[in-house]
């Protein structure tokens, strides 16, 4: 099959969160999806992105994603996060995978970077065996640490209470 990796577009965007959402349901958290078409499009292009996306495309439609931000690491300095790979579920199997992470191993070279990091489930074994079978190591001994929008927002107001 053939297939064309390139840069998303904005007009890309709301291929791009219906793959998101099916990355979501994937993972056993649909309702866990709350960026938009709108924020995508926003965060994504302009002046100063938050984040860069490379997308396959087969017969003009997007069936797989990488989206990924810069980063520094205090031990490595410049780095790339890749938040997500994603393959619509019809075309895995295909390569389109191998080719977005090509993509975005050639893309954080040309940006010199010193390490890419990325998050697998411990539960999603053909995730891992792909990732490992690239070179990856899959760190089993770190855990994610994440704060919630609820979370930050708990931590501000107990610091305002705290400055009365």
């Known amino acids: 099959m053939d297939y064309k990796i390139r840069k998303a577009t904005i007009t890309d965007m709301p291929r791009v969160l219906e793959l998101i959402k099916q990355l ?3 993972e056993k958290e649909p309702e866990a999806v709350e960026v938009t078409v709108k924020d995508l ?3 994504g292009f302009g002046k100063n992105p938050a984040f860069f996306c ?3 495309e087969i017969e003009g439609q997007v069936e797989g994603i990488a ?3 810069n980063r520094y690491s ?3 300095g410049k780095a790339i996060h890749l938040e997500d790979l994603i393959i619509n579920k019809s075309f895995r199997g295909l390569g389109l995978g191998s080719a977005l992470l090509d993509e975005i191993v050639k893309h954080s070279h040309r940006l010199g970077v010193k390490r890419i990091n ?3 489930l411990d539960w999603n074994e053909p995730a891992i ?3 490992e079978s690239k070179g990856a190591k899959v760190m089993r001994d770190w855990d994610v640490v994440q704060m919630s929008k609820e979370s930050i ?4 107001a107990k610091l305002n209470h705290a400055d009365i």
């Open 41 to 43: 499009e926003r965060d």
């Open 67 to 69: 989206l990924g931000y």
């Open 129 to 131: 065996a792909f990732y």
């Open 74 to 76: 205090t031990w490595k």
């Open 118 to 120: 990325w998050e697998v």
């Open 153 to 156: 927002d708990n931590y501000i």
């Open 24 to 26: 979501a349901e994937f």
């Open 54 to 56: 490379y997308v396959a």
